[in-house]
């Protein structure tokens, strides 16, 4: 049952335009969200994070929203560049369980 | 490099045989991750250490994974009579502290082929 989602496995940006990547979640008791990033042959690198208590938060060209209604987060990346392609996991999390989605494949073209 | 770093890189195995992954974590972090991300999919928690002790062992999919961390430092996935559905990359993660505010730092990983 896989209580995080990203539906889609791969995505293809202009560099310099934005990249905005989706993930959906089922369980209401997830209080952290979280965004890593994964380079071929490396573990996963933490991005950006958000409270559930919040609906925005920004690091540099990176944005995370959380729609707590709509169970909804996404990540924008703007202006995208040709190093952020990677493969973009979002996670959720309540105590000390984390949950990932499937990942989003981020082709940046120069 | 202080980085978390995890040894076998790549194993292959024969169904049945057991298997150790380790595990070095970030020098004086408390926390300690076990992952297990199959192809296509995402890393799918384990289980997880706050110092010595497995705080939380709801993940390990069923009694021939095993994991120890004896001195709060290294640990130690354990896997017995392999089976194929086995391979993976298990990932390790290690964190200042437990908790969803602190950042995991990630391993490369040990890939698993399980013949």
């Known amino acids: 049952d896989q209580q995080v989602k990203q539906n889609s496995p791969s995505l293809s940006v202009q560099e310099g335009r934005i990249s905005i990547l989706n993930c959906d979640y089922t369980?209401?008791?997830?209080?952290?969200f979280l965004w890593y990033k994964k380079y071929p042959a490396e573990g996963p690198t933490f991005l950006i994070s958000i409270s559930s208590i919040k609906d925005k938060n920004e690091d540099g060209r990176f944005t995370v929203f959380l729609n707590k209604s709509a169970k909804h987060l996404s990540l924008h990346i703007v202006p995208s560049q040709p190093g952020d392609s990677a493969v973009y996991f979002c996670a959720a999390s309540f105590g000390n369980q984390f949950y990932f989605g499937t990942g989003t494949s981020l082709t940046v073209i120069p | 490099g202080a980085g978390v770093s995890q040894t076998p890189s790549n194993k292959v195995t024969e169904k049945g045989k057991y298997v150790e992954l380790r595990c070095d974590p970030i020098?004086?972090?408390?926390?300690l991750y076990w992952y297990r991300q199959s192809l296509g999919q995402g890393p799918e928690f384990l289980i997880y250490?706050?110092?010595?002790?497995?705080?939380?062992d709801s993940g390990l999919p069923n009694d021939r994974f095993f994991a120890v961390r004896p001195e709060g430092s290294v640990s130690t996935l354990k896997i017995q009579r392999t089976e194929r559905g086995d391979s993976a990359v298990y990932l390790c993660a290690s964190s200042p502290l437990a908790g969803a505010q602190e950042t995991q730092y990630f391993g490369p990983g040990t890939r698993l082929l399980v013949l």
């Open positions: 250490f706050q110092g010595t002790g497995a705080a939380d």
């Open positions: 369980n209401s008791m997830f209080d952290y």
């Open positions: 020098s004086g972090h408390t926390a």
